[in-house]
């Protein structure tokens, strides 16, 4: 990940405890390739996400997004998928290590979620944190990252991390 | 400084005096823990940074226990991709076919987790090792393949919520209903990113099996690790389990914690969580007449042989009601020979079971008992989330073993006052 990327979108908005079952239903873990598990992103939240989604958008959600098991196939497929980031108010603990480990941008802003609405047009400076809301034109900033997670973000994931050591 | 069980023992793997809540440490781990679905991940990143070997073969445990046995092609490959890999790092606790089980209560089983241990696994429900006083929790599976390269992982070190369980526990109320109503009162985000310490009188009796299903859950309300402290009933049981060495470990009296919670368990009847969350949890008594089509037996929440033998208890000599099936799955090898052997197949053949073998199988909706649309299901396992059984317009329902049983010999949702 570039560490001064902008990136555009708009927002597929969703509610509280979107868990990984819903992002990627374990019908789909008999296989671990990105592109067939992208195919089937977010499919018992939404059926029609993948048809919704371009690349480049963002989702954005309440609280606890991404509880439930520890399947890195759930950041994985939003990832591939093309989602830009996911923003959202909380997120659980085992999907937020898995997005920092595998370079999925994710952002916990209250003060965004509240304000977001489906179909926004967003701009986000991961660098900074900033989230500019070009339709309603409001600016909210995102948590900032303990140092130890942006070192390992800047450096692409954990094990290029662990690499670089 | 005074330091709580897990602070304690996350401080000794990480080689220092002390650690405090919200800083960051690399800690050594007893024990890598993967399955069927995660490891692939885990091994792809593993040669995708040019790693060689295993950082110890004796640590790093495989378990293909989700869609065993092998549901289609598909899930067949992925096996033949961790054996092999397995094999060629000379893996000593690699568990497949007829030696699998379901992780979380074929480690134990097994002896690899012993009070004091620091287990990660790449399945969130490895925070059921808690019930033996060990530190673990449930990691991706980058975080696998790191700890399989380094015999490290990185933290943040949780703050801990005390839960006392206090009172006298009403009939037919066990860990299963504790746990439920415990997730019901916090949320499942309750304990996010925080440790779940359990204690009181009434955990002071529990016994293990019971204390295994409540640490199991610690993840449903969003927590990193549940844990008990070591007892008697614990070191019983790892002596008989295991020959490595417990380290022992408890909470200083003036230990910080986040926040303490007191729950009365008399207040506490038989309880179910309805769908979508594991937090919807009510009494049976007061969720009315929900019928259902399926019930599940088994899991690493409660498929273990005194879960059976009280479902066994329910169900003798009663025929489950024709419009249920009742899916028996014994957890490992270990549990299945004890039901033969106790005479308990004979019991739920009887009273009209479908016996399968140790797979998570339906829990997770693999195979082995998926769910049409419209259908409901009574299950003992962890979680209900939306299609999580099958069909996206399915349900499940959580409970304890005793609850399932009634309920299957009723066809809707009851508890075993009601069969009277």
């Given amino acids: 990940m570039k560490d001064n990327l902008i990136l555009k979108g708009k927002a597929h908005k969703y509610g509280s405890n979107i868990n990984t079952d819903e992002i990627i239903p374990a019908r789909y873990l008999n296989t671990s390739d990105p592109a067939e598990l992208a195919k089937h992103c977010m499919e018992d939240l939404d059926q029609d996400f993948m048809k919704k989604a371009k690349p480049g958008d963002f989702i954005v959600a309440e609280t606890n997004f991404g509880c439930g098991s520890s399947r890195e196939h759930a950041p994985i497929s939003i990832k591939v998928a093309g989602i830009s980031a996911v923003i959202a108010k909380s997120f659980a603990r085992i999907f937020f290590r898995n997005s920092i480990n595998i370079g999925l941008p994710i952002l916990e802003s209250e003060e965004a979620v509240n304000a977001i609405k489906a179909g926004d047009e967003l701009e986000v400076n991961l660098a900074s944190g900033v989230i500019k809301n070009i339709t309603r034109s409001e600016v909210y900033q995102a948590q900032a990252f303990p140092q130890f997670m942006q070192d390992i973000i800047k450096k692409g994931g954990l094990l290029e991390y662990i690499k670089s050591r | ?420």
């Fill in chain 2, 1 to 420: 400084m005074p330091q709580t069980i897990s602070e304690k023992i996350l401080a000794a793997h990480a080689g220092v005096k002390s650690v405090k809540a919200g800083e960051f440490i690399e800690p050594k781990v007893d024990i890598a823990l993967g399955n069927d679905v995660t490891t692939p991940l885990a091994i792809k990143e593993f040669r995708k940074v040019g790693a060689k070997k295993v950082f110890d073969r004796s640590k790093v445990v495989f378990v293909m226990d989700h869609f065993t046995p092998n549901k289609d092609i598909n899930s067949a490959e992925q096996v033949k991709f961790i054996r092999e890999f397995a094999k060629e790092q000379k893996i000593i606790n690699y568990f497949e076919g007829t030696n699998v089980g379901v992780e979380h209560a074929l480690l134990p089983e097994k002896g690899l987790v012993v009070p004091g241990d620091l287990v990660i696994g790449a399945d969130s429900h490895t925070c059921t090792y808690g019930a033996l006083s060990a530190f673990s929790t449930g990691v991706g599976s980058t975080d696998l393949a790191a700890a399989m390269i380094t015999g490290k992982l990185w933290m943040k070190v949780p703050s801990t919520i005390k839960f006392i369980y206090t009172g006298k526990l009403n009939k037919w109320v066990s860990g299963k209903d504790l746990i439920l109503h415990t997730i019901g009162k916090i949320g499942v985000d309750g304990a996010l990113y925080q440790s779940m310490e359990f204690v009181g009188p009434v955990i002071d009796k529990l016994p293990m099996h019971e204390r295994f299903t409540m640490a199991n859950m610690a993840i449903e309300a969003g927590g990193k690790n549940g844990i008990f402290h070591p007892d008697k009933f614990t070191l019983e049981y790892a002596k008989k389990r295991s020959k490595k060495k417990p380290r022992l470990y408890a909470s200083d009296a003036d230990a910080k914690y986040a926040d303490v919670i007191e729950i009365d368990c008399s207040k506490i009847k038989p309880q179910v969580s309805l769908p979508f969350l594991p937090s919807n949890s009510k009494a049976v008594g007061e969720v009315g007449r929900i019928e259902i089509d399926q019930v599940v037996i088994g899991s690493c929440t409660n498929g273990r042989i005194e879960d059976f033998r009280l479902a066994a208890k329910i169900l003798k000599g009663k025929k489950i009601n024709s419009r249920v099936r009742l899916l028996i799955i014994p957890a490992t090898p270990e549990v299945y020979k004890q039901i033969l052997d106790e005479g308990l197949i004979s019991i739920f053949l009887a009273a009209g079971g479908i016996i399968s073998p140790p797979t998570c199988g339906p829990c997770l909706g693999g195979h082995m008992g998926i769910l049409a649309s419209g259908e409901r299901c009574v299950a003992t396992t962890n979680r209900n989330f939306v299609g999580r059984m099958g069909h996206v317009k399915s349900e499940v329902y959580l409970a304890s073993p005793v609850v399932a049983a009634a309920s299957a010999i009723k066809g809707y949702v009851a508890e075993p006052e009601q069969l009277k």
